[in-house]
């Protein structure tokens, strides 16, 4: 007996939810797909469609909210903004630095360069006073080898230096350096004669 009561009770339940599930629950969620196809074809949205049924507290909590948010946003974008800009301060004074110092190098490399221009130049200075001196000196031994006897002028020469030997014959007259030449060995006099034609 018990287990036919238990039986009819189940079937009473079973059959009662079966009416609820065929008599409201298909039916509404057809019409709500046949709606949202509806609404979908026509091509409005479904979200839009939705929030305007909603009470309107919703509607301003919602755009408070994004207000709110966009607010956030921009405070966030404007301390980014301030950062790249102190960044951006902090480099250019960065960059500043590092160019003074470039041109403090340059400015003292200039100085070492003009420095070392200045005893160029003094070296330069001397070098032509002592070549002066050498052709004053060489003029006047000029003068004395020209008093000479040629033979004698011709020993001197063959013992002197070669360098020396020719500055003295390049200022002596032609017909006393070659009269001076055909006094030397041939190989000696062709050898003069080839440094004196290359300094002429």
């Known amino acids: 007996m018990k287990k036919e009561n238990q039986t009819e009770e189940v079937e009473e339940k079973y059959s009662f939810l079966q009416k609820l599930l065929y008599l409201f629950i ?81 400015e003292r490399e200039i100085t070492k360069l003009i420095a070392s221009l200045e005893e160029a130049n003094s070296r330069i200075e001397d070098l032509e006073k002592q070549q002066q001196e050498i052709k004053s000196s060489t003029k006047e031994l000029a003068k004395l080898y020209e008093g000479m006897s040629t033979k ?17 014959l390049n200022e002596l007259s032609t017909s006393k350096t070659s009269s001076i030449l055909g006094q030397l060995e041939p190989q000696q006099a062709a050898r003069f004669t080839e440094l004196l034609a290359d300094n002429d």
């Open 152 to 168: 004698k002028a011709a020993q001197i020469m063959m013992e002197l230096d070669e360098d020396m030997a020719l500055l003295i």
């Open 26 to 106: 298909i039916p509404l969620l057809f019409t709500l797909v046949i709606v949202l196809g509806y609404l979908t074809y026509e091509g409005k949205n479904i979200f839009e469609v939705a929030q305007s049924f909603l009470p309107a507290n919703e509607e301003a909590a919602t755009t408070e909210e994004k207000k709110e948010e966009k607010e956030e946003k921009e405070e966030k974008e404007e301390k980014e903004m301030s950062l790249s800009q102190q960044n951006d301060n902090k480099n250019s004074s960065q960059e500043i630095i590092l160019l003074e110092r470039q041109v403090s190098e340059k």
